[in-house]
DNA sequence: AGCACGCCGACT
DNA sequence: GTCGGCGTGCTC
């Protein structure tokens, strides 16, 4: 073994530690990749041998004894311990909090990477003969009781039985106290099993061409902008490309934006697969997650599925990666390591020589412009299977009209023959609550929180105000708290002031509101979606939720109630997001029989890009718009990066931007020129969850300036002096200027 | 990030 | 006289 290992550590430090080895002989395999457990200070941690070797710039006196090796092999293969290292230089974060992010909790805790054996609950003779109504008090035994008779031979495991809400597993062990059910250890969890029972649809000529296109790339990088409409087969070229992948013995990695909203996705893959799989998402628990990890890495999960940090699944035989809906935002991390998930999956796809589906109906202009340059090979599916039509769009100028707590009376109109046709009308509002602002007509006060610079918004029927923003609440005043008036007034709608109109306009038919308040129960966002796919005239209406993965067919109208904000937003990409939105809440309609048609409502009726979009379509939009951003020398003619800093006090942030800035400036000038320093300005928001926020823009026309100034300027910042106050981060390629 | 060390105000 | 405020420096 070599004399000095070099760890990566989970603390927010730009260096890696130098160790001696643990003490006595090392595991066969020990070396970089393992983690080691490590004296830190006067704590431990678990860090990640990223490197070995015989020398050491670190002082003797200095340098400590690793306490033990935590895994006998290296736990990262070198692909995805390279790719790590390269993403912590790409985003110019700290390695160990780069590995941090990669690896389930229970590694970063100094877990072994093995399965554990797993509780596994059975009913007995004695339980099956039992009537659940004979344990009358027990309520949560006899629910169990009869759940253990459903599951039958099948019995369940330790997460599902953590599922049960309760205490199921205290319930389990009072039955086994009666004799009613047993349990045993299991080694090996089961992993999902697809089953493989769905018909498999002949490829139509232009699925076919993706599918061949992947063939021939063969054992090659690939990157391929899959550009379809809603309902034209995205999924069915996602299937047999993971069919051929698999039959040729390799793994599948397929991302997938909140996976809790793509449940049809995940349906199809299961129905249709005969494969284990492994699935990760934000509904697992610490060792579910580990028993997913450890099964793609064994390369037992031969699909792996799952949202952003799935990105970083281990695959020892990977073949292909999919990435649906490239445009959505979710891909990017928010905090802490700032990530793009679509990124990173192209850049790791070419580093093992794989191919990589990029699939949306709405590109983002970056991947577009990747297409158009030829970086990626451009393929379109542009019919909707059956033959089904596009849904038409018809703008609305709301201008001077009279709007029913937002709806206009064309809209109404509208509304009023789909539902006498028997159709479903779904309408489009991205703000939840009852109103946005809460106003005293006698002296115009608002109520403002009291922590951001925004307005409380009213939820009237939980009876509160609440910020969106940070979450703070508070009772409604029943007076104003400035001038005593009592005449307190809601401006503005959200989505729960919109569903009490409707039922007054409406009072036959049954609306549906889907919001994040009206899905927050266990179970509930399930039972709307049931709810809204049973036939009948009904209306949908919901924010942002609605826009993605689920199709409801019976739909025929759409309502955009308020599309200006899109229009002129402070965020340059504003207007693209729209453009996404759009065509997304448009694709939620409409089927062969039953095209369906999409009002826009809006107070700027002439903008361009809107005539654009829908004239012609998004793909002509977003041409138009490449070229304003060309124009104006932004992404993805540009590289930015943000640097945002908060603290207590207002001028502590941009303190330590004007410091950071003086310094960029001063590296501008001599090394990395090219590079632009604007700011350091305010945040668009200032004030939030009571600090104060400010940020410093980098951008640059090319990448490779904006990366040399960032080596140079980065590691630096902490040891400004102004760095102190502030609470900063750094965000390479920012998705929102917030 | 933690967590020590280290110098100046209100308290048993 | 002490307990404790958070400024500053370090972690192999």
Redesign the pocket.
């Known amino acids: 073994m070599a004399r000095i290992l070099r760890v990566a550590l989970p603390?927010?430090?730009y260096?890696?530690?130098?160790?001696?080895p643990p003490p006595g002989p090392a595991p066969a395999g020990a070396g970089r990749g393992c983690r080691v457990r490590?004296?830190?200070?006067?704590?431990r941690r678990v860090g990640v041998v990223v490197g070995t070797g015989d020398h050491?710039?670190?002082p003797r006196h200095?340098?400590?004894?690793?306490q033990a090796w935590l895994d006998p092999a290296p736990l990262l293969d070198e692909p995805l311990l390279s790719l790590l290292e390269w993403a912590a230089g790409y985003y110019h974060h700290p390695l160990g909090e780069v590995l941090d992010a990669a690896l389930p909790t229970l590694l970063r805790q100094g877990e072994p990477a093995e399965w554990r054996a797993r509780e596994h609950w059975f009913i007995t003779a004695q339980g099956r003969e039992t009537d659940p109504s004979e344990l009358k008090r027990a309520v949560r035994q006899a629910q169990l009781l009869a759940r253990l008779q459903a599951a039958g031979e099948r019995g369940l495991d330790a997460a599902e039985l953590a599922e049960i809400p309760g205490q199921a597993r205290r319930a389990a062990r009072a039955l086994a106290d009666r004799g009613l059910a047993v349990s045993e250890q299991r080694a090996n969890p089961e992993l999902l099993e697809g089953e493989g029972c769905e018909p498999r649809p002949e490829p139509l000529p232009e699925q076919q061409a993706v599918l061949d296109r992947l063939q021939a790339a063969g054992d090659g990088f690939q990157p391929i902008l899959l550009e379809g409409v809603t309902g034209s087969g995205k999924t069915e070229v996602y299937l047999r490309a993971t069919e051929q992948a698999l039959a040729a013995g390799r793994q599948v990695l397929l991302l997938v934006p909140e996976i809790g909203l793509t449940p049809q996705l995940l349906h199809r893959f299961r129905r249709r697969l005969a494969v284990p799989m492994a699935v990760f998402h934000s509904g697992l628990n610490d060792r579910e997650r580990l028993d997913a990890w450890l099964a793609a890495r064994e390369g037992r999960a031969r699909v792996v599925i799952g949202t952003r940090s799935a990105v970083f699944a281990p695959l020892p035989e990977p073949g292909l990666i999919l990435v649906d809906e490239e445009h959505d935002t979710s891909f990017k991390q928010q905090d802490g390591f700032r990530y793009s998930a679509r990124d990173l999956a192209v850049m790791r796809a070419r580093r093992l020589g794989v191919p990589v589906l990029l699939g949306t109906a709405t590109p983002s202009l970056e991947s577009l412009q990747n297409a158009l340059s030829g970086r990626y090979a451009h393929l379109h599916l542009r019919h909707r299977a059956g033959g089904a039509a596009m849904p038409s769009f018809r703008v609305l100028d709301v201008r001077g009209r009279p709007l029913r707590e937002g709806l206009s009376p064309a809209l109404q109109e509208a509304m009023a023959t789909h539902l006498a046709a028997d159709g479903q009308v779904l309408l489009f509002l991205n703000r939840r609550g009852f109103a946005p602002t809460l106003l005293c007509h006698e002296c115009g006060w608002v109520a403002e929180c009291r922590r951001c610079d925004a307005r409380y918004t009213w939820h009237r029927r939980a009876g509160r105000l609440r910020c969106h923003h940070c979450g703070d609440e508070r009772p409604v005043p029943r007076a104003c708290p400035d001038c005593g008036s009592v005449d307190l007034r809601a401006v503005g709608q959200g989505t729960e002031r919109v569903e009490r109109a409707l039922a007054e306009l409406y009072p036959q038919v049954p609306v549906l509101r889907i919001d994040r308040d009206s899905t927050r129960r266990r179970g509930a966002l399930d039972a709307l979606l049931a709810e809204a796919g049973r036939p009948g005239p009904r209306i949908l209406l919901g924010t942002q939720m609605l826009a993605k993965g689920h199709h409801f067919p019976d739909v025929t109208l759409v309502g955009v109630l308020d599309a200006d904000h899109g229009l002129y937003g402070a965020d340059f990409r504003a207007l693209e997001r729209m453009a996404q939105l759009l065509i997304q809440v448009a694709g939620r309609a409409g089927r062969a029989e039953r095209p369906g048609e999409v009002l826009i409502q809006t107070h700027h009726p002439e903008h361009p890009l809107l005539h654009t979009l829908l004239g012609q379509g998004y793909d002509a939009f977003a041409r138009a718009h490449l070229e304003e951003r060309r124009a104006a020398g932004l992404p993805p003619f540009a590289a930015m990066a943000l640097l945002r800093a908060e603290a207590v006090q207002a001028g502590q942030a941009r303190g330590f931007l004007q410091a950071a800035a003086e310094r960029a400036r001063a590296l501008t000038g001599s090394e990395a020129g090219g590079v632009m320093v604007l700011g350091p300005v305010p945040a668009p928001m200032e004030r939030r969850a009571g600090r104060y926020r400010a940020q410093l823009l980098l951008q640059a026309g090319r990448r490779a300036a904006l990366h040399r100034l960032l080596e140079r300027w980065v590691p630096g910042l902490?040891e400004l002096?102004a760095a102190?106050q502030a609470?900063w981060s750094l965000d390479v390629d920012p998705q929102d200027m917030f």
Request: with cysteine; glycine share 12%; hydrophobic share 30%.
């Open positions: 603390v927010p430090l260096t890696c530690y130098d160790y001696l490590v004296p830190f200070g006067r704590g050491t710039g670190v200095k340098l400590r004894r690793a902490s002096p102190r609470r």
